[in-house]
């Protein structure tokens, strides 16, 4: 068969979108409001079509325009509408307008009737306070598709070095069957390398005054074998990669997104006299425990709400907080994957988005059960 075609709302920087090309995917489109993360994803799917628009205000034909005035058909339509409406860290307030975002993936559902569709989220979406919304929008899609059981999924399950949970809803078109043994087999935890394993390769030592990614551009060298390993310096999808980016990481090894943060001295010793696992009382920024995995990964605010940083852990060899790219390695993207080049248009793109390792452990099976349809 060709390869299945898939469109993702609510891109972000594309994380959903290279698990889903890694798994044999093809990605025609990504659709987000926030114009610098349909910036990168476009950078990183030079190949599909980007659009830079709120989901209220579009529909699937808009996004892929078929015939007679329809979408064209495709096969998965995926997406994670904004979470910090239900996410347990946030206010988790009721009547945050981004929690009706799920129903807009309702309506591009019916509007799009693919074969299958998978719908991300915080645990807390599950929450006996968003039961009513999260059933209106599935309701909505019930008697054309089989919705399995919400699944949750941590990152560590899928190969990932971070304790980040997330939930999947995932429906497929009647009468496609899905097995019972559909989630039978995670990945053995005892291979998903721990903190210290998992930045292998990248720089210790990070100027302050490194403020951009361009001007964050150092060499790396990976030492250690495995999975995780493997996909973080290749396993790139045809038609997938910034051309520039992947020239420099393939003939230097040079990757983006080594930015360093000023500290003031005062800071720089009670993080180093901090203990693993450990925060800091006025940054609330924890020092990564360098034989555990890294905690959730925060984006912090837009500029509708304050564009505030999100609380950084802090490296576990020097009193500092990581950068973007040891961000991105924690979170699961490869080193050749590129992002904003501001710090914190990096971190927002990077703490919003799935780790694609996770993203391509469950669209591997959902490619699977397309192929025996």
């Known amino acids: 068969m060709n390869d299945p075609t898939a469109v993702d709302l609510f891109c972000g920087c594309g994380g959903m979108s290279l698990g889903a090309a890694r798994a044999g ?3 025609l489109a990504g659709v987000d409001k926030d114009s610098r993360a349909i910036a990168s994803h476009g950078s990183n799917f030079p190949e599909a079509t980007h659009i830079n628009s709120d989901l209220c205000r579009i529909n699937a034909a808009e996004i892929l325009p078929g015939k007679k005035g329809k979408a064209k ?3 998965l339509l995926m997406g994670g509408p904004p979470c910090q409406g239900f996410s347990t860290i946030g206010r988790r307030d009721l009547f945050d307008p981004r929690n009706l975002l799920i129903s807009q993936f309702s309506r591009l559902v019916n509007e799009f009737l693919p074969r299958v569709f998978v719908l991300e989220n915080v645990p807390g979406i599950l929450s006996d306070a968003y039961s009513a919304t999260l059933s209106a929008a599935l309701n909505r899609i019930s008697k054309s598709y089989q919705i399995m059981e919400p699944k949750s999924l941590a990152a560590i399950d899928a190969g990932a070095p971070t304790l980040r949970k997330r939930i999947f809803i995932i429906g497929f078109r009647k009468p496609l069957h899905v097995a019972s043994d559909f989630w039978a087999q995670t990945v ?3 291979a998903v390398p721990v903190v210290k394993y998992a930045l292998n390769g990248l720089p210790l030592d990070i100027e302050s005054n490194w403020k951009t990614s361009r001007g ?3 060499t790396v060298r990976i030492d250690r074998v495995g999975e995780f390993f493997t996909a973080a310096s290749g396993k790139i999808p045809r038609g997938v990669g910034d051309l520039k980016t992947l020239e420099d990481y393939h003939t230097k090894a ?3 997104g080594c930015v360093g943060t000023l500290h003031s001295k005062a800071l720089e010793k009670r993080y180093a006299a901090l203990e693993y696992g450990e925060s800091d009382p006025k940054t609330k920024s924890v020092k990564l425990d360098p034989d555990g995995y890294c905690p959730t990964l925060r984006a912090g ?6 564009s505030f940083q999100a609380v950084r852990p802090i490296h576990y060899l020097r009193p500092r907080v990581i950068t973007p790219r040891e961000a991105a390695r924690l979170q699961g993207f490869p080193d050749w994957y590129r992002f904003d080049e501001t ?4 971190f927002r793109q990077i703490g919003n988005s799935i780790s694609p390792l996770v993203a391509e452990f469950v669209l591997q099976r959902v490619r699977k059960v397309l192929e025996h349809a």
């Open 254 to 256: 040079i990757v983006t």
């Open 301 to 306: 605010t837009g500029p509708d709400r304050g």
């Open 216 to 218: 964050g551009k150092r």
């Open 73 to 75: 058909p495709i096969d």
């Open 25 to 27: 995917f093809r990605v």
């Open 343 to 346: 710090k914190w248009h990096s």
């Open 188 to 190: 053995n935890q005892s």
